[in-house]
């Protein structure tokens, strides 16, 4: 079946411009994270979501960082006033539930200039 | 310290050897652990889970040591296609539950397999 989507995959923006980032998991998978990795570096917990409960902020670095899942299933994540310290590859993963295995997908490399 | 942490390499292992490296984390209430393999500019996708009387899949076998909070990863009759990065994963399960399922990174652990 379909793995993990995001789009878009390449996004080339100004300093200071917002960007949205979207994430469509894999059908029925009920959890879904955001992670971001920065080049020749390790992967970077954001955000989590599981099911209808209150997602886990914890990893998201400012407030200039947000993250929504409209009915339990797509995600976007919205970088406000984008920095150059902000391009990274940002991955999105699901899974079927809390502590299964998790799926990634292509990441969407950002590039602030 | 970092929670979770990797020799970064490259180990740069001939065709045909065998090739061994650890990861090391932090916090003792760490309970699930995982090699996942990450080619450039690519996804991370799951190698294997680690079980705490170790496993082997194939070449490839995973050791945890609890009393040492380490993971190791053994890759057998390395071959050309085994080039890559592995990144050791950990999750912990706080006795309240809060963070979830919230997977910890390594920086990797790259392989290079040569001719």
Known sequence: GAGVSQSPSNKVTEKGKDVELRCDPISGHTALYWYRQSLGQGLEFLIYFQGNSAPDKSGLPSDRFSAERTGGSVSTLTIQRTQQEDSAVYLCASSLEVQETQYFGPGTRLLVL | ?115
């Open chain 2, 1 to 115: 310290r970092k929670e979770v942490e990797q020799d970064p390499g490259p180990f740069n292992v001939p065709e045909g050897a065998t090739v061994a490296f650890n990861c090391t984390y932090s916090n003792s209430a760490s309970q699930s652990f995982f090699w996942y393999r990450q080619d450039c500019r690519k996804e991370p996708k799951l190698l294997m889970s680690v079980y705490s009387s170790g496993n082997e899949d194939g070449r490839f076998t995973a050791q945890l040591n609890r009393a040492s909070q380490y993971i190791s990863l053994l890759i057998r009759d390395s071959k050309l296609s085994d080039s890559a990065t592995y990144l050791c994963v950990v999750n912990i399960h706080p006795a309240i539950k809060a963070a979830g399922n919230k997977l910890t990174f390594g920086g990797g652990t790259r392989v290079l397999v040569k001719p």
